[in-house]
C-alpha cells in the first residue's frame, strides 16, 4: 500500500503539472487576497463591503482566491485519472498492483495530500498579501485569531475534497478532455447559474447545498447574492460535511466502477 501511494506521488511530481499548478494557485491566492483587501470597506448600500475591522471580512480576504484555487486541484483530479486511461498506463498500473482497491486508495490519499500541499501554498500567499495589505490599512490582519486559523485550515481540506471530487469526475466521463470541460464548467458556470435560478425561486436549502456555496460556508464569514445582497449559509462544520459527501459519493462512485470495469 505504502508503494502504491509512493508511485502515485510520483506520478503527479514528476511532470510538470504540479509546479505549474502551483504558480496558479500562488497567483489566484495572492492576487485576490490583494484587490479584496483593498476594497474592503468601501461601496455605497448593500453593495458595501464590511471593514477590515470585522473578522469575517479578514478571513474573507485570506479565501478571496478558493474559489478559483480549488477549480485547479479539481482539474487535477481529473488528470489523475484521465491521463492513465489517455495514455494506457492504467494497465500496468493494476499489473504492478493488482488488488485494484489498493490503487484507487492510494489515489485517494495521495489527492488528499497534494491537495493539501496547494493549500499550504495557497495560504502561505494568501495570508503573505492580504496580512500586509491588511496591517498597511491600519487593522489587525488576525482579529479573532482561532476563527481565521480555523478557516485556514478548512481552506487545505477543501481543496483536498475537490481534488477527490475531480477524482470521481474522470472516471465516471471516460474523456479527459470532456471531463476537464464538463466538471470545471459546471463547478465554475454552472453553479452560479443554479446559485441564481435556486435564489430566484427561493428554494434556499437546495442553494445552502451546491459545492460552491459549501465551500464558501466552510471558509468565508460573508455570503453575497449576485446582487450583493446577504444570504443565508450553513455553518462551517456544515459545509465541511456536504462537501465531503460530494467528495465521497463521486470518488466512491468512481472508484467502484474502476474496480469492476474491464481493461483493455
Known amino acids: 500500500m ?3 501511494i509512493r508511485s502515485e506521488f510520483r506520478k503527479i511530481f514528476t511532470t510538470r503539472l504540479w509546479w505549474g499548478m502551483a504558480i496558479g494557485v500562488v497567483v489566484v491566492g495572492g492576487g485576490l487576497a490583494a484587490v479584496l483587501g483593498g476594497l474592503a470597506g468601501q461601496g455605497e448600500g448593500q453593495n458595501a463591503l464590511p471593514a477590515l475591522d470585522k473578522p469575517g471580512m479578514v478571513t474573507t480576504v485570506y479565501t478571496a482566491g478558493l474559489s478559483l484555487a480549488y477549480l485547479l486541484t479539481l482539474a487535477i483530479g481529473v488528470m489523475v485519472i484521465g491521463a492513465e ?3 494506457k498506463t492504467i494497465t500496468a498500473t493494476f499489473l504492478s498492483t493488482p488488488r485494484r482497491v489498493n490503487v484507487m486508495l492510494a489515489k485517494v490519499v495521495a489527492l488528499l495530500g497534494v491537495g493539501a500541499f496547494y493549500g499550504v501554498l495557497f495560504c502561505l500567499s494568501s495570508v503573505g498579501v492580504g496580512a500586509t495589505i491588511i496591517k498597511l490599512r491600519g487593522f489587525d490582519p488576525f482579529p479573532a485569531g482561532e476563527h481565521v486559523w480555523r478557516t485556514l485550515a478548512l481552506s487545505l481540506l477543501a481543496l483536498g475534497l475537490w481534488a477527490l471530487i475531480g477524482l470521481g469526475a474522470g472516471i465516471l466521463i471516460s474523456n479527459q478532455v470532456a471531463a476537464l470541460l464538463i466538471s470545471i464548467g459546471i463547478a465554475w458556470i454552472g453553479q452560479s447559474l443554479m446559485s441564481l435560478a435556486f435564489l430566484a425561486l427561493h428554494w434556499t436549502t437546495a442553494n445552502e447545498l451546491l459545492p ?4 464558501n460556508a466552510m471558509v468565508s464569514g460573508l455570503s453575497r447574492g449576485f446582487s450583493g445582497e446577504s444570504v443565508d449559509q450553513l455553518s462551517w462544520w456544515g459545509g465541511a ?3 465531503a459527501a460530494y ?3 463521486l470518488a466512491g462512485i468512481g472508484s467502484f466502477l474502476t474496480v469492476r470495469r474491464d481493461v483493455t
Open 2 to 4: 505504502n508503494g502504491a
Open 85 to 87: 486511461y489517455r495514455h
Open 212 to 215: 460552491a456555496n459549501a465551500t
Open 241 to 243: 460535511l456536504v462537501l
Open 247 to 249: 467528495a465521497t459519493v
